[in-house]
């Protein structure tokens, strides 16, 4: 197909009639990531302004990878990452406009050269074909020694299709971080999309940074409507979180536990900074939304998560006792982020 025909393809992903929408997401399955054309097309699509389009776009990339040959190279297993493990929602939400959600993920915004080497040490590839695994800038240019003739053709398109995927995945991520809401939400689906048909293909680096931004997305944006008394990334967070639901139902055990006593870990720390704002200004009131998304995460469970709440709560309706009845006469509300 020509480039005219998959421009006209990728514009079908934002047409008004959903049939339309979901027959292009189709007909992307026919089509490769190592082709750098469709690449940039679901890329365009994903951080389109259209709600549809960036949910169509997010499709088509999943039809592509369920067509895709079965990944036969080894990923290697590695201890969960530190910054995953050590999660810390204070640093996240005191770094200015989330940069940290690019400070603590450097095996996704890495330089090509750290890039090379990641993907080097958990594709189990290099070895074999005799060249580092992530292409330099110029995606041409391979080492003079290797024949690409001496290996098996299945052997040479398995390892063009991973690397395209890798390389497709590395460019998804850092969109989590981006100031624009349709970015960050086209990316989330488009990761729900990939862990759910393509787990097994990250190297568990990558999965660890996929996890950590999720979280990262999280924590900003429900801490951002909390404190605002908005909704604005209301289906930001819905999407991350079903994203992260995918990577613990994939995922092995111990990256199972920990995601949940971190995510168990940010609750307490958002909990403890809304509790220490109200105890230094004494005219801060929560509204009715506010309080119900608290009483929310109650888990009997997760003991220190419920004390810390109950503690909250005392002081929220000893502080307006009427909230909940919606008799709270002009409070003085939070503003968003001013707790930073």
């Known amino acids: 197909m020509g480039d005219s025909r998959l421009n006209h393809l990728g514009s079908v992903l934002e047409s008004k009639n959903s049939a339309l929408r979901r027959e292009a997401a189709?007909?992307?399955?026919k089509y490769c990531l190592s082709d750098?054309?469709?690449?940039?097309?679901?890329l365009k699509y994903i951080c389109s302004t259209s709600w549809d389009a960036r949910v169509a776009a997010a499709e088509a990339v999943q039809h592509l990878l369920k067509n895709m040959e079965p990944f036969s190279g080894k990923i290697e297993v590695v201890p969960i990452s530190a910054a995953l493990r050590d999660i810390d929602a204070v640093h996240v939400l005191k770094t200015e406009d989330g940069a940290a959600l690019t400070a603590s993920t450097s095996g996704v915004r890495a330089n090509p050269q750290q890039q090379r080497q990641v993907l080097d040490q958990h594709l189990d590839m290099s070895a074999v074909i005799g060249i580092t695994s992530l292409l330099t800038t110029d995606t041409s240019k391979l080492s003079a020694d290797v024949k690409v003739e001496d290996f098996e053709e299945t052997d040479r398109v398995n390892y063009s299709s991973q690397l395209?995927?890798?390389?497709?995945?590395?460019?998804?991520?850092?969109?989590?971080?981006?100031?624009?809401?349709?970015?960050?939400?086209?990316?989330?689906?488009?990761?729900?999309?990939?862990?759910?048909?393509?787990?097994?293909?990250?190297?568990?680096?990558?999965?660890?940074?996929?996890?950590?931004?999720?979280?990262?997305?999280?924590?900003?944006?429900?801490?951002?409507?909390?404190?605002?008394?908005?909704?604005?990334?209301?289906?930001v967070r819905e999407t991350c979180a079903q994203a992260l639901g995918h990577f613990l139902?994939?995922?092995?055990?111990?990256?199972q536990t920990v995601l949940r006593s971190g995510m168990d870990a940010l609750a307490v720390d958002l909990t403890s900074i809304v509790e220490t704002w109200m105890r230094l200004q004494e005219s801060v009131t929560l509204t009715r939304e506010q309080i119900m998304t608290i009483v929310s995460m109650v888990?009997?469970?997760?003991?220190?998560?419920?004390?810390?709440?109950?503690?909250?709560?005392?002081?929220?309706?000893?502080?307006?006792?009427?909230?909940?009845?919606?008799?709270?006469?002009?409070?003085?509300?939070?503003?968003?982020?001013?707790?930073?």
């Open 26 to 29: 189709v007909a992307f399955g």
């Open 36 to 42: 750098d054309k469709v690449s940039e097309i679901l």
């Open 164 to 235: 395209a995927f890798l390389r497709f995945l590395c460019r998804i991520l850092p969109l989590l971080a981006d100031q624009r809401w349709q970015f960050r939400h086209g990316a989330a689906i488009t990761t729900a999309k990939i862990l759910s048909t393509s787990y097994s293909r990250i190297p568990l680096p990558l999965v660890d940074n996929c996890a950590l931004q999720l979280m990262h997305v999280l924590i900003l944006d429900q801490f951002n409507d909390f404190v605002s008394g908005r909704s604005a990334t209301a289906p």
């Open 249 to 255: 139902h994939k995922t092995d055990s111990e990256r």
């Open 299 to 340: 888990d009997e469970q997760f003991q220190s998560r419920s004390q810390k709440i109950v503690t909250l709560l005392f002081i929220a309706f000893k502080r307006d006792s009427g909230v909940l009845n919606g008799e709270a006469s002009s409070p003085s509300h939070i503003n968003c982020l001013s707790c930073c």
